[in-house]
């Protein structure tokens, strides 16, 4: 081995220092949807199983061909085959006698707001909202835009778009209006469907302006259909706008669905490259609905006539299309959805909800999880949590300390954790244990679910040996992959495909470890691994160091450029509510801590201690931002930030720090 992958391999190992191993527990492993065995049926015949899984769905038409890999990495699935995507999340469970089962149990943010919906009653609202976007002239292959609060209407518009073929595009709510018009613009939405507003941190907030201001930007648009929720005034123009009250409530509650090829586009959704312009991921109807079905079932073990299935995701994210509408819904399963944040009107607002409903499984990010470890453990313990049997996190690597945290305060040590990695390029969950078969180690994703095969290669695309790291790759198509980028097929092969010659492996952008066992430690995007004197160091590992610490709530690392080392390591902390004040000797002691966790190597060569963190509104650390703090520029475009105030708050404290 060189020197240099001797260091390498030096830096990645300090992960393994995590020998914690939790095994499913024995009711759960009996009763699993899945056992071991399931891994070795899958690869016999990767084709055949995924043939399987898609019997899961109800098509109109069965396909003739599985897989359709003739033009990669353009690939089709279930070829010849048709369906209709709303029919199979709603219309057959009221077929098959269960159409009085609750599909959504809908929590405003207000306190005392909720509905109930049953799959028969969410069947009559898509109905009624089809033939109401089929009236303002939306055909099949039309775009429709859909800017929403977190309120029934948007699972309804979503579901009415794919039962009329029109792809849909979900716009976050929380994004302005030139992120909206930018999309709209770019994918051409013919009608935008969006509220007068919705309910955050106990207010109203409005929406309806924001959609205003996007349609003096692009002239794609022909309608908007606006949601009644809050009831503030909005601007009216009557010759575009059309409330939903109006058209909806009073059309039709019967439609027929008409099935479509099972490459018919179901939507796009957005998603922001490394630089430039947002990539308008496109999704079909098959295979991604087969995908989103089976994780689903997979990965949470689902129990439709039993479990009581929460995501806290918004629908304006990835994770909202596959696993609060396609893959809960395909599978007819009860889960709650809610419309506001967190902490609103109190701290424990999440948990008396799962003690309300009695949530079983429950899917969050670690961002959140970090958040509530922040507020120490005496709020979720006023809370009866033991309904919980699966708890889930998706969307950065999850640190071994909030782990342990999540599984012990809120799963009370019962319930396995499944770390998720996917993205909205997969569509679904591609790397997570199998709740009922793997014994979970905290801050691995494990290994690729049944039916996907993943890798860790090195820069010619060569598979790297257990023990070591490089980046992660996709070395097979799978049915719920992404078909292209909208109106972007070159920037689709180059982004995705051509990173390593002489292989057809779908390039992830994160960077990953495969420890002795063979499983995958997801590291973060490759722009947030680190190369200090030429060592490998993830960021995610020496925020893990940081957070094991009592004294941290939260931290964030990042690389910034050093004459002499290529690259040194800058933390920034956000400190326990529980502890004392902070301040030099805190700094002393978690460089001593880091030293001692990875290695002299990751030391950081600052630390500062911060109030806040600057985030997405998806709520991933921008540590974009953070490298310009921590390299004294100029603070770049902070466009996308939940809370654009945190860049203020964080250069204040600095001062103060230095
Ligand atoms: C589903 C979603 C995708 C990126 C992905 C990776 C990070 C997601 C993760 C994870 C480590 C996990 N990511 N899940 N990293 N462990 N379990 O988040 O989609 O918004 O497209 O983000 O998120 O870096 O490449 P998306």
Redesign the pocket.
């Known amino acids: 081995m060189s020197a240099r992958a001797e260091r390498s391999k030096q830096g990645l190992s300090s992960l393994s220092h995590e020998h914690r191993r939790f095994e499913p527990p024995d009711g759960l492993a009996a009763n699993a949807n899945l056992t071991a065995d399931v891994y070795e049926h899958s690869t016999v015949d990767r084709e055949q199983f995924w043939a399987e899984q898609a019997e899961r769905l109800s098509w109109a038409q069965k396909w003739d061909t599985v897989l359709d890999a003739s033009s990669l990495p353009f690939a089709k699935w279930f070829v010849g085959g048709r369906l209709n995507a709303a029919y199979n999340c709603v219309d057959r469970h009221v077929e098959s006698g269960r159409g009085d089962r609750v599909a959504i149990h809908w929590v405003g943010e207000p306190e005392g707001d909720t509905r109930d919906l049953t799959y028969s009653d969410l069947q009559a609202e898509v109905s009624k909202a089809a033939n109401a976007l089929t009236d303002l002239g939306v055909g099949v292959g039309d775009r429709v835009a859909i800017y929403l609060p977190m309120i029934p209407e948007a699972i309804v518009a979503m579901l009415a778009c794919a039962r009329i073929g029109a792809p849909h595009a979900v716009v976050f709510g929380g994004f302005s209006s030139d992120a909206l018009a930018s999309r709209i613009e770019d994918c051409q939405a013919k009608v935008v469907v969006t509220a007068d507003g919705g309910y955050r941190r106990g207010a109203a907030s409005a929406l309806k302006p924001a959609v205003d201001e996007a349609l003096t930007k692009t002239s794609a648009v022909e309608k908007v259909l606006v949601v009644r929720r809050t009831g503030q005034d909005v601007a009216w123009n009557d010759e575009v706008d059309v409330w939903w009250h109006d058209i909806v409530d009073g059309a039709s509650a019967t439609h027929t669905p008409e099935p479509f090829d099972a490459e018919h586009p179901l939507y796009v959704m957005y998603?922001s490259g490394t630089t430039g312009k947002p990539k308008g991921i496109l999704h079909t109807t098959g295979g991604y609905l087969t995908g989103a079905a089976f994780t689903h079932w997979a990965v949470f073990d689902l129990k439709s006539d039993a479990d009581v299935y929460w995501c806290t995701a918004d629908i304006g994210?990835?994770?909202g299309h596959s696993y609060i509408v396609y893959g809960p819904l395909a599978n007819g399963a009860t889960q709650v959805l809610y419309e506001g944040t967190p902490d609103s009107p109190e701290r424990g607002r999440w948990w008396k909800i799962i003690e309300k409903y009695g949530v079983t499984i429950f899917y969050t990010?670690p961002t959140a999880i970090r958040s509530f470890m922040k507020q120490g453990n005496k709020v979720p313990e006023r809370y009866d949590l033991s309904s919980l049997r699966i708890l889930g996190?998706?969307?950065?690597?999850?640190n071994p300390e909030a782990y342990i945290w999540y599984r012990h305060v809120i799963g009370g040590d019962r319930t396995p954790v499944v770390?998720?990695?996917?993205?909205?390029?997969t569509g679904m969950i591609m790397?997570?244990p199998l709740p009922g078969v793997a014994a979970g180690k905290p801050g691995s994703?494990m290994v690729s679910i049944p039916g996907v095969t993943t890798d860790v290669v090195d820069e010619k695309g060569n598979s790297v040996p257990n023990g070591s790291g490089g980046y992660l790759v996709v070395t097979s198509p799978w049915p719920s992959m992404l078909r292209t980028l909208w109106g972007e097929d070159e920037r689709y092969v180059e982004t995705y495909w051509n990173r390593f010659q002489d292989k057809e492996y779908y390039f992830?952008?994160?960077g990953a470890k495969k420890d002795e066992d063979g499983d995958i430690w997801?590291?973060?995007?490759i722009d947030d691994v680190m190369n200090v004197s030429g060592h490998r160091l993830s960021t995610?590992e020496i925020e893990s160091a940081l957070v094991s610490h009592p004294a941290v709530a939260e931290a964030a690392v990042v690389g910034t450029s050093d004459e002499d080392t290529g690259q040194a390591v800058c933390a920034f902390v956000i400190q326990r509510d529980e502890s004392g004040d902070g301040g030099q000797n805190l700094v002393q002691e978690l460089r001593q801590h880091v030293r001692k966790q990875i290695g002299p190597i990751a030391t950081p060569r600052r630390i500062m201690i911060v109030p806040e963190l600057p985030k997405t509104r998806?709520g991933?650390i921008m540590r974009r931002l953070l490298r310009d703090v921590a390299e004294n520029r100029e603070i770049d475009d902070v466009s996308t930030l939940a809370d654009s105030s945190v860049m203020d708050l964080i250069s204040a404290g600095l001062v103060r720090n230095e």
């Open positions: 998603t994210w990835v994770t990010a996190s998706v969307g950065e690597p999850i770390d998720t990695w996917w993205q909205t390029e790397i997570s994703a992830a952008g994160d997801v590291l973060g995007r995610s998806s991933k």
